[in-house]
């Protein structure tokens, strides 16, 4: 066991934590502003998070003939109108801006023989997207590296963010690990950044989120911040013979050995098919094609007939659904935004990217390319207020006593001689919450029997998950946030009654426009996870006049 | 297990695949200076570490199976 005898400590202007696309926006801009600021990632800044596998990146520019009314039109709709307009118009209007700082910082994408931009029109409706350049597009992340350096940023990797520290209620830091060193690292900051990405369960289908466990809302939950967003499930599907094809995603097909090559999902055009050889129907006009995808597959495997079949380029090749599992719909769940800069309901506490629930998609993935310009769009903002606020902000110490608490919290596994491997507790979450019919195709009996088994595994288990080593004080506390992650899933998805977008209930297969044009938000009350419902303005309604098929047009199985 | 082997007459510790690993399946052998498979069961088969090894070091099998775990691991 590796003993803890170093306590490091580090002082800042903005904390940014978490090193992929809105991470590095953050720091850049805060940097730019004047901040001192650090970077750390429990990987690499520049490899890890989702941020390497972005393919496309929507960019709105009225210069290219773009509408805003359409593309907000669109997006209200495909979203079943519980997207955050203010969120879904700031990440459209300032998305440009964003592009030209990719663009001068050395990040290429597709262009035609004149150098400029070739605009992809995305999978339906009048939006589009650039493309990242096809050859090795993951490495982008790592310009944005390069790029955090050159201004000034102090980049440090393979720290894990654990605890966030608090001084007379305004978060002034945070409390780390390292899965190198037996050291504990402190680092006081005027201001923090969470841009931790989402939460999976690490789900053998989608290897991008592994890292991604939830620790910015588990740890922003802990200390009274406000999270939305957890009902609308993930719902990529993939491949089975080669789960999520990730190395095409990170554009270097060249290097990979054959057997590995895979693709995610059926392609553009790719038709599925049923185990009887019958095609499934086609998506109707206007709804998501996610949410289409998923619902449909998993309905035909529930009837009896899967496998569920795609036609790709390489023969009919078995699907399986649910490759995100313990994810939430891309921008939905994460840390309640007090304001348009990112931030959180916390004092002193900012969040961008996934790790903010902007719900600029509402409940149903809308946009495609959004959620990487998104998080360049609300890293920039919150790395811009944040550098703002440390300029505000004189006194920034934190208690000797704030320190000894977090210090007992995290290193209470690796203090432990013995107790429950967080491996263990991982894969009991995993199989608990893996049948379609509990995470996917929901309903009340079902939710509530899950749920009482996480929280057995809340009160039981997490308490005395141990660690052996570094390695594992990682994975114990990575395993701790993934079951409140999973409590806050299932109470949220009891929570909401009816059916809409990503979030389908076998018990309520209907939107329910007079009680649910609002979003669930949860927080820590009184030692207990308090949900409430916050209503839409009532100037986004959908027209209440129209009726229900137009408003709507997807029908959920049952309606 | 994904990550099987690691070529040590290939390997020449540069640590690029250490960096790329989002799930800390190795680690470098400071003595040796040279790459170890020291965590094989968070291997997810994302194949950063083949992609990135600039001397074709690491061998990755596309078959991955979970360990059955005892409570206590």
Redesign the interface.
Known sequence: MDAIRDLKKYTCDVLVVGGGMAGCFAAIKARQKGADVILIDKGYVGKSGQSPYAGSFMVFNPQWGHDLGAWMEQINRISEYVNNREWTQLTLIQSYERYLDLVSWGVRFHANDKGEPVRFPAPSGVTEQLRFEENKHGDYVQILRRQAIKVGVRIMDRIMLTELLKSKGRIVGGMAISVDEPILYVFQAAATILCVGACGIKPAAYPPIVQLTGDGEAMAYRSGAEILGKEFVDVHISRRDIPAGIPNMLGRKQTIPPGLEGLQGPRRGGHLFNAEGNPLPPRPEGASRYMFTYLETEFEVHAGRGPITTDAPDGLKEMTSGACLGMSLRKADGLWPADLEGRSTLPGLFAAGDALGTMQNGSAYALTGSAIASSAVTGTLAGEAAAWEATQMVERDIPLAEIERAQLYVLEPIKRKGGFSPQWVTQLLQNTLMPYFVSYIKRADRLEAILSLVMYFQEQLVPKIFARDLHELRLAHETKNMVLSAEMRLRSALYRTESRGNHFREDYPHRNDPEWLAWVKIRLTDGRMELCKVGIPAAWYPDLNKPYSERYPYRFPGE | MAVESINSQRCNGCGICV??????VLRMDGERKKVVI??P??C?????C??ECPTDAIV?T?T?Y??I?????
């Open positions: 960096q790329s690993c989002p799930a800390d020291r965590y069961d968070e997810v088969v994302c194949c950063w083949i992609a990755l596309p991955r979970n360990r775990f005892t409570s206590w691991g």
